[in-house]
T-cell receptor, first 114, second 113 residues
Framework: NAGVTQTPKFRILKIGQSMTLQCTQD?????MYWYRQDPGMGLKLIYY???????DKGEVPNGYNVSRSTTEDFPLRLELAAPSQTSVYFC?????????????FGPGTRLTVT | DAKTTQPPSMDCAEGRAANLPCNHS???????VYWYRQIHSQGPQYIIH???NNETNEMASLIITEDRKSSTLILPHATLRDTAVYYC??????????????FGQGTTLQVKP
């Protein structure tokens, strides 16, 4: 199993541009999550999904959108990028339910907005 | 969700046990304690979790006090590869929970040769 994969690994965006961060897991996990981590800080939850077609907001959802059309994929969309969105983005997945807190994380996408 | 308090940093000699404390004095009866670690620039890695009994797996041991207000993660024989930020997180455990992890600042463990 590849686990959780994220693309791209690095990206530089100009202010106002848009992009989609890709996340795929091959563990047949029901739950998926997007977190961001600013320098020197802990991770903050952006959005999460408990199954295909179901998404919900986390702590810091503003400026982002998600969709979950399949069990495997959970893309994160940035519209109108701003410097405040410069961060490292981590995708995670879990079996969910009793195993919801045992999450597997991807390697991250390092995004710079200038 | 209960908040946790951890020391910002700790050192440990290679080969010795690393004991990482965590205070969670407002934990409720149905909240578990979870530990994750994040090695530099990588995604966090789940280590262990527990409710009230001591737990052990291949990575670490978790000791939770009888009143459940604090816990200690023990890495029995720390290696240089254990240098990382360690996060203590509490959360509800059970059917229907969404698993929203609330990360604090964590403890930076430096294992020294």
């Amino acid at each position: 199993n590849a686990g959780v994969t994220q693309t791209p690994k690095f990206r530089i965006l100009k202010i106002g541009q848009s992009m989609t961060l890709q996340c795929t897991q091959d563990m047949n996990h029901n739950y998926m999550y997007w977190y961001r981590q600013d320098p020197g800080m802990g991770l903050k939850l952006i959005y999460y999904s408990v199954g295909a077609g179901i998404t919900d907001k986390g702590e810091v959802p503003n400026g982002y959108n998600v969709s979950r059309s399949t069990t495997e994929d959970f893309p994160l969309r940035l519209e109108l990028a701003a410097p405040s969105q410069t961060s490292v983005y981590f995708c995670a997945s879990s079996l969910g339910d009793l195993g919801a807190y045992e999450q597997y994380f991807g390697p991250g996408t390092r995004l710079t907005v200038t | 969700d209960a908040k946790t308090t951890q020391p910002p940093s700790m050192d440990c000699a290679e080969g010795r046990a690393a004991n990482l404390p965590c205070n969670h004095s407002t934990i409720s009866g149905n909240e578990y304690v979870y530990w994750y670690r994040q090695i530099h620039s990588q995604g966090p890695q789940y280590i262990i979790h527990g409710l009230k009994n001591n737990e052990t797996n291949e990575m670490a041991s978790l000791i939770i006090t009888e009143d459940r207000k604090s816990s200690t993660l023990i890495l029995p024989h720390a290696t240089l590869r254990d240098t990382a930020v360690y996060y203590c997180i509490v959360g509800l455990h059970g059917s229907g929970n969404t698993g929203k992890l609330i990360f604090g600042q964590g403890t930076t463990l430096q294992v020294k040769p």
